[in-house]
C-alpha cells in the first residue's frame, strides 16, 4: 500500500516539470540535461510542499497545538530529493515517468549537492528527528544556520588528507524560501550603563551597540505520507544598508562596507570540528547569532495568539542540541526581562519550563567553556545575566549544604581560575527542566560521572532518550531491494512502525527467504564494488567479507585498532602462520578535524597499510584495504547497505550513542563492538548471539585510570602479536618511501601513552575476528543472525526517539 494522500499522475508530474523547465529556468521542453531535470522536479515538489506547509499551518493554528523549536548549529540533512518523493508518495510515478523519457533518476538524484551542514552523527541526528516529527504530526521545526560553505570536501593526496571548500550554494538551492521579509536584527557587542529606573531599582541598559540581519532560509520537511510538512529554518547573516544609515549619516562609506562585509562572515562556514570544542571567536557568534534570531521568531510566533507569556511553556518547547545553543538560557532572561519587563522570578520559572538540553558527550575537549572577558566584549548584557543566574543558583545551593566550598566550586557557572570561564553545560543544566543523555549508558554516565552533583540535586531532571534513525532515509531510500523484499513479506507498515519489523523472525531461518536476502545483500556489494572500482581503480571481490569502519576520524572511535588488527592478520599470511579461510575487504571513511594531527596521521596511515597491502601479491585473494574519500551522508546511503560486518569499536565509555551503529543493523550487518554507547541496547535487542562484543567495560576502564595500572609497556613486553604490529610501525614497513612517519604510534605506546586503551582491548579484538570468520564461513548460520538484526533493530527508530522526546521532555506536565 502506497500512501494515497498525494496521488499524482504522471501527466500531472510532467505538466509540472515541463512547467518548471519553461518558465522557472527557461529551458526547453523535454530535455535530457540531467541538472535541469533535477532542478525542474525539486520545484515541483517544493511546490507541493509548499501548498501543505499553509495547510498545517492552518492545521496548527486551529489546533492551538504546542509548537517544539529544535535548536542546533547542524543540520546534516543530506539530499532531499529521494526522501521527499518517498514521503510524498511520488517515488515510483516519478521513476517510471523518467524511466518512459530513457533517464535512470539515480542519474537525477546525483545532480543534487549534499548540503554538508554538519560534522557527523549530532547533526545527522537532527535531520532524522526532523523527519520523525513531520512523520508523526508534531508541530517540530528546526532551527539552525544557513553556511555559506558547509564541511570541507576530503580528496586525498599521496595518502594525506586535503581540505576543498564545499560552496554548495553555488548552484541554486531549489529547495529553500529565502525570507527577506521576516529577517530580524541582532544586537551585539557595545556597552552596558548602569541606570536605575524610577524606583530606584537596578536598571542596566545596553547601549552602543552594532547589529547582525538574520535573514530566514526554509526548507519544507515532509513527514511520510505527506500530511504534514514543516520546515527547517536556517539563519544566513547579512547586512543592509538601511540599517547602516547612521554610519553612512557621518559619512564613512567604508566604514559602513566593512561592517557590512564583517556581519556576512558571521555565518560563511561551519566549524569543521566534531565533540571537540573551537574555543574561537567567530564560533561563539554563530552561536549568540542562532540563538538570538531564533528567539525573536519564536516570540514573534508566539504573540500571534498571545497577549503575555503565561502559557509560553505549554505552547512552546525549546530542544538546545548539546551546549552550542545554550546561550538560550540567557537570550530568552534579557528578552523577557529586559524587552518585556517581566520580573525575573517570573522570568526564570518561564525560561526553565521552555528549555530542554541533549548532552551529546563526555569528551573533555568537547566540553564548551568560554573565556568571560570573550562575552564581556560580545554580549555584555548575556554575560551580567548569567552572573546573576549564577549569583541566586549558588545561593541556593550554599543554603542547602552549607559550608561546602568544594561543591559550589565544582557547580558554579563560573570557572575560577587564571581567566574566568563560563561552563555552558552548567547553563544549560541550570536554565532547563530536562537534560537527557543518547544511551541509557551514556545517560548512566551524566548521572555517576559529570552530572554527579547536579543529579543529586535534581535527579527528577535527568532523562534518557537513546537516539534513533530514520527508516525512511536508511531503508527505504537507502536499500530499496531489501525494503522491497521487506513490504512483500510483512506489508508496508515498518514504515511508520519500525517494531513491525519482528514480524520478519519467523522468516530468518526459511529458505527462500534467506536466499532472496542473501542475493539483495550481493546486489549492493557489487553496486559498491563498482562505485569503488570507479573512484579508486581498484577491483574489489563483491564475495569477499565487507568489513565496514565509517565515521569521523577520532582516536576514541579507535581506527587505529582497526588498522592494527589488518596488519596481524597480514602478517600473519606473510609469515604462514594462518592460511586465509574468507576472503576480506576492509573499508574506511571518514573525515579528520584540519587541525587534528593524530587523525590526519590515522587517515595516511590507513592507505599506507592499504598500499602495501593491495601490492602484495602473497595476499591478493585474501585482503584488500579501502579508504573512500569524501564521507557524506550520501556516501553513507551507498555504502551501508552492502555492509556484511559493522565496526563500532569506540573505547568503552566515550561514545554517547552512535547512530551509524543503528542504521548497519537496520541494514542487515553484524557488529562486532564494544559495550559503549546505544551498542548496549543492541545487544539486548539481537541477543548475545547475533552480535560480536568484546574489550573492556566503561567501569573497568575508569577503574584502572583510578588504580593507575594500565602500562601499555606491559602489553608490548607479553604479548608477541602487539609487539610486532608496533614494531611494524616503527622499522617502516608500511611507509618505506616517508621514513619514520608512523614511529609516533610505537613511542606513544612505549611512553606509557594509550589514552584510548588499544593494547588492552588488542587480544580480545583479534579473538573475535577469529570468530566472525569462522562464522562468516557458514551462509546459512550468517544470513539468519544478519536477518534478525534487522528484525530486531526496530527500537532504533528515531520515531521510537520522537516519541520518547515527545512524552519525556516536550509534554511533560500535559501527562502528569
Ligand atoms: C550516521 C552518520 C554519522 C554518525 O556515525 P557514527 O558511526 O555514529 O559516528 C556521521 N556521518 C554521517 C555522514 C552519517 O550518516
Redesign the pocket.
Same mark, same amino acid.
Given at each position: 500500500m502506497k500512501p494515497t494522500v498525494n496521488k499524482i499522475s504522471k501527466s500531472d508530474l510532467k505538466t509540472s516539470i515541463d512547467y518548471h523547465l519553461r518558465c522557472s529556468l527557461c529551458k526547453e521542453t523535454p530535455t535530457k540535461d540531467y541538472r535541469d531535470l533535477f532542478l525542474s522536479t525539486a520545484f515541483s515538489l517544493r511546490d507541493r510542499m509548499a501548498e501543505k506547509i499553509l495547510h498545517t499551518e492552518q492545521r496548527y493554528q486551529a489546533s492551538q497545538t504546542k509548537r517544539v523549536y529544535y535548536l542546533s548549529l547542524e543540520f $546534516?540533512i543530506?539530499r532531499l530529493m529521494g526522501n521527499n518523493l518517498h514521503n510524498l508518495g511520488m517515488f515510483d510515478v516519478c521513476r517510471e515517468f523518467m524511466a518512459e523519457a530513457g533517464i535512470d533518476i539515480e542519474e537525477v538524484r546525483e545532480q543534487e549537492n549534499d548540503p554538508g551542514l554538519?560534522?557527523? !552523527?549530532l547533526g +545527522?541526528l537532527a535531520a532524522c528527528f526532523l523527519d520523525s516529527m513531520a512523520t508523526l504530526d508534531i508541530a517540530g521545526f528546526g532551527y539552525g544556520i544557513h553556511y555559506e560553505y558547509g564541511l570541507f570536501k576530503q580528496e586525498i593526496d599521496n595518502g594525506y588528507q586535503r581540505e576543498k571548500p564545499d560552496n554548495w550554494l553555488a548552484d541554486l538551492n531549489p529547495w529553500e524560501f529565502k525570507r527577506t521579509d521576516e529577517k530580524c536584527i541582532i544586537p551585539i557587542k557595545g556597552r552596558i550603563e548602569h541606570f536605575q529606573d524610577r524606583d530606584g531599582e537596578y536598571n542596566p541598559m545596553w547601549l552602543d551597540w552594532n547589529f547582525i540581519v538574520g535573514i530566514p532560509f526554509d526548507i519544507p520537511v515532509v513527514g511520510y505520507g505527506g500530511k504534514t510538512v514543516n520546515w527547517l529554518r536556517l539563519y544566513g547573516a547579512g547586512s543592509s544598508a538601511d540599517f547602516d544609515i547612521q554610519i553612512f549619516n557621518e559619512g564613512d562609506y567604508f566604514r559602513a562596507v566593512e561592517q557590512k562585509v564583517e556581519s556576512e562572515t558571521i555565518t560563511k562556514m561551519l566549524y569543521p570540528l566534531d565533540t571537540i570544542m573551537s574555543g574561537r571567536e567567530l564560533r561563539l557568534v554563530q552561536e549568540y547569532f542562532l540563538v538570538a534570531c531564533t528567539l525573536k521568531d519564536i516570540i514573534r510566533r508566539y504573540m500571534k495568539n498571545n497577549e503575555n507569556f503565561d502559557r509560553f511553556p505549554d505552547q512552546v518547547a525549546i530542544q538546545m542540541n548539546d551546549t552550542h545553543p545554550s546561550l538560550a538560557v540567557a537570550e530568552l532572561m534579557r528578552l523577557l526581562v529586559d524587552e518585556y519587563a517581566l520580573p525575573w522570578g517570573h522570568a526564570w520559572e518561564i525560561t526553565q519550563q521552555t528549555l530542554a538540553y541533549t548532552n551529546h558527550t563526555v569528551l573533555a575537549e568537547a566540553l564548551e567553556k568560554w573565556p568571560a572577558a570573550l562575552l564581556e566584549r560580545i554580549i555584555p548584557r548575556h554575560l551580567q545575566i548569567i552572573y546573576e543566574i549564577n549569583r541566586q543558583f549558588l545561593e541556593k545551593i550554599a543554603a542547602r549544604y552549607p559550608n561546602d566550598v568544594d561543591l559550589l566550586q565544582r557547580m558554579s557557572l563560573i570557572e575560577e581560575g587564571e581567566s574566568k570561564q563560563v561552563r555552558m553545560a552548567h547553563l544549560a543544566l541550570v536554565g532547563s527542566h530536562s537534560v537527557n543523555g543518547v544511551s541509557s549508558l551514556h545517560t548512566e554516565i551524566l548521572k555517576q560521572d559529570n552530572f554527579s552533583d547536579f543529579y543529586a540535586l535534581w535527579p527528577e531532571r535527568f532523562v534518557n532518550v537513546t537516539n534513533g /534513525?530514520t527508516q525512511r532515509r536508511w531503508l527505504l531510500g537507502a536499500n530499496p531491494r531489501l525494503a522491497e523484499l521487506i513490504t512483500d513479506t510483512i506489508g508496508d507498515s515498518w514504515i511508520t512502525d519500525l517494531s513491525q519489523l519482528r514480524r520478519l523472525e519467523p522468516h530468518a531461518d526459511q529458505t527462500v527467504f534467506m536466499d532472496e536476502f542473501r542475493d539483495i545483500k550481493r546486489a549492493n556489494k557489487e553496486d559498491l564494488s563498482k562505485i569503488i572500482s570507479d573512484t579508486l581503480w581498484l577491483s574489489i571481490d563483491p564475495d569477499s567479507l565487507f568489513d565496514i569502519h /565509517?565515521? +569521523?576520524i577520532h582516536e576514541y572511535?579507535r581506527q587505529l585498532l582497526k588498522i592494527m588488527h589488518i596488519v596481524h592478520e597480514y602478517l600473519q599470511i606473510i609469515r604462514g602462520e594462518k592460511t586465509p579461510t574468507v576472503a576480506k575487504t576492509f573499508i574506511f571513511a571518514g573525515k579528520a578535524a584540519p587541525g587534528y594531527w593524530v587523525a590526519k596521521q590515522i587517515i595516511k596511515l590507513i592507505h599506507n597499510v592499504g598500499q602495501v597491502i593491495n601490492q602484495d601479491r602473497r595476499v591478493r585473494d585474501a585482503l584488500k584495504v579501502v579508504f573512500l574519500p569524501d564521507? #557524506?551522508?550520501s $556516501?553513507?546511503e551507498k555504502i551501508i547497505p552492502a555492509a556484511d560486518l559493522s565496526e563500532?569499536i569506540s573505547m568503552a565509555g566515550q561514545?554517547a #550513542? !552512535?547512530? !551509524?551503529?543503528m542504521?548497519f543493523m537496520l541494514n542487515g550487518a553484524l557488529t562486532v563492538g564494544t559495550l559503549d554507547g546505544a551498542n548496549v541496547e543492541m545487544l539486548e535487542e539481537a541477543g548475545a548471539d547475533n552480535i560480536f562484543i568484546f574489550g573492556l567495560k566503561a567501569e573497568e576502564i575508569t577503574d584502572m585510570i583510578k588504580k593507575k595500572n594500565y602500562h601499555p609497556v606491559e602489553y608490548y613486553r607479553l604479548f608477541p602479536e602487539i609487539r610486532r604490529v608496533l614494531d611494524a610501525f616503527r622499522d617502516n614497513t608500511f611507509c618505506p618511501d616517508e621514513q619514520g612517519i608512523f614511529q609516533w604510534i610505537y613511542h606513544r605506546m612505549m611512553n606509557n601513552e594509550d589514552s584510548y586503551f588499544h593494547l588492552p582491548d588488542f587480544s580480545p579484538y583479534i579473538q573475535v575476528q577469529d570468530q566472525i570468520e569462522a562464522e562468516y564461513l557458514d551462509p546459512v548460520n550468517w544470513t539468519k543472525k544478519a536477518i534478525l538484526n534487522v528484525a530486531r533493530s526496530g527500537k532504533f527508530s528515531s520515531d521510537r526517539a520522537i516519541s520518547d522526546y515527545n512524552r519525556l521532555i516536550w509534554n511533560k506536565n500535559a501527562q502528569s
Open positions: $546534516l543530506g554538519g560534522n557527523g !552523527g +545527522r /534513525i /565509517i565515521k +569521523r572511535k564521507y #557524506s551522508v $556516501l553513507a563500532q561514545e #550513542s !552512535g547512530t !551509524g551503529n542504521k
